[in-house]
């Protein structure tokens, strides 16, 4: 089987891909992680990369390429506007596909950044002297992505309702009925 984990950013899917992962035994791939390997630069430089139609056509072509393996395998796909490349195949019967959800305040109190080589860091100070834009910019990735999603064929939607990593991924094997 192959899980795939859709979803804006902070909203938790790297690490409940991988804890997910880890419980049922599966391979895990990140996005993120294939694009940086197969363009041998940051997210940082890619994003600065031709257009965004450009960066999503090649984002589709590796999300086609891993999702082809023949194993089992969570992959967390970070937010694709895009989806020409792979949309079709993400409903097929040996793939579950899932948007994690949660809402703009959670995501808001778990939003990190990031630095020219991908480190992440926190900085609270200057994300809560800037909450309203954020906040805004969450409300609207959630209401973009999740209109992207469900043209794809998304019908999975997974509320993270602020739980632990750990607990999400307890009700989210419960709730498949993903046996480990």
Do not use: C
Not at 44 to 52: G, I, P, R, S
Not at 73 to 100: A, C, H, Q, W
Request: hydrophobic share 35%; charged share 35%; glycine share 4%.
């Amino acid at each position: 089987m192959k899980i795939l984990l859709f979803g804006i950013s902070n909203v938790g899917k790297t690490t409940i891909g991988t804890i997910l992962a880890k419980e049922l035994g599966y391979s895990f791939y990140d996005l993120d992680e294939e694009v940086k390997k197969e363009f041998q630069m940051t997210l940082e430089e890619f994003v600065h990369t031709e257009n965004l139609r450009w960066r999503d056509q090649k984002r589709g072509r590796i999300i086609k390429k891993i999702i082809s393996k023949e194993e089992n395998m969570v992959f967390v796909i970070s937010p694709i506007s895009y989806t020409d490349n792979f949309g079709k195949r993400i409903t097929e019967d040996d793939i579950l596909s899932i948007e994690l959800v949660d809402t703009p305040a959670n995501i808001f109190d778990r939003l990190v950044f990031s630095d020219i080589d991908d480190t992440i860091y926190k900085d609270n100070d200057y994300k809560n002297q800037r909450r309203d834009y954020y906040m805004s910019d969450i409300k609207a990735d959630l209401e973009w992505y999740g209109n992207v999603y469900s043209k794809i064929g998304i019908k999975n939607r997974f509320e993270i309702n602020n739980d632990s990593p750990k607990t999400a991924v307890k009700r989210l094997i419960k709730e498949y009925g993903l046996s480990e």
